[in-house]
Every structure is written in structure tokens, then in C-alpha cells.
């Protein structure tokens, strides 16, 4: 009887394993997700590295501001690798763009974040 006492005393029901883990209001698919994706280049490895780095920063310096990351994104790849850049930072667009070649990045961040980067001039 003691070995059934103890069995019976190690089985847990669902509702304390559900109480024992912590309360997210997030969508599953946000937490599946919580890392860089790119999606599309055409980028050489050093402008990819910057503007990847640069795309994650500003999402993360403004998360409820998408414009305001799209913005730093512009000025950093203007800055850096000449003007005529151009960043849409958002959820659920489509696009369809002319672009000069090896200058194009679409990468997903965080699992909430589309960003679509590229030059023209």
C-alpha cells in the first residue's frame, strides 16, 4: 500500500501543470519564431551582415514604431553604403519592386517583423 500511496501522490493533473507555467499573451507563433529569418537576398556578405544587424536593432529600438525603425534603417544604409535605399518594416504587405542587382533583402525578425530592404535609384 505504501508504493500505491506514492504513485498516487506523484501523479499531477493538468491544471497544475498548466498553473505552473507562466502567463504569455503572446500568439504561439510569435514565440516559435524569436530569432532572425532571411527570407530573400542577393546581398554580398558584408552589406548583408550590416543590414541585417542594422534591421534587427531598430526593430528592437522601436517595436511599436515601425516607421520610425524604417526610417533608421533608410539612414543607416544611406550612411553607409550610398543613398537611394528604401525600407518597409510592417506585418502583412506584399510588394513587388525594381531594385538594383545585389542590393535586396527580405527577412522576417522576431516572428512579428516583415522587412523588405533594397536600393534604387
Known amino acids: 500500500t505504501t508504493k500505491l500511496i506514492h504513485l498516487l501522490s506523484s501523479v499531477f493533473t493538468m491544471a497544475d501543470i498548466e498553473a505552473a507555467q507562466p502567463e504569455t499573451n503572446e500568439p504561439d507563433y510569435k514565440r516559435l519564431h524569436a530569432y532572425s529569418l532571411v527570407r530573400n537576398t542577393d546581398m554580398d556578405d558584408e552589406m548583408l551582415s550590416e543590414a541585417v544587424d542594422t534591421a534587427v536593432t531598430a526593430c528592437d529600438k522601436f517595436p511599436e514604431n515601425m516607421e520610425a525603425a524604417a526610417q533608421m534603417l533608410k539612414q543607416a544604409m544611406d550612411t ?5 535605399w528604401h525600407a518597409v518594416i510592417g506585418e502583412g504587405f506584399g510588394f513587388e519592386i ?8 527580405y527577412m522576417f525578425h522576431n516572428g512579428a517583423f516583415s522587412i523588405c530592404l533594397w536600393k534604387c535609384a
Open 98 to 105: 525594381t531594385y538594383e542587382v545585389k542590393n535586396l533583402l
Open 80 to 84: 553607409k553604403f550610398g543613398p537611394s
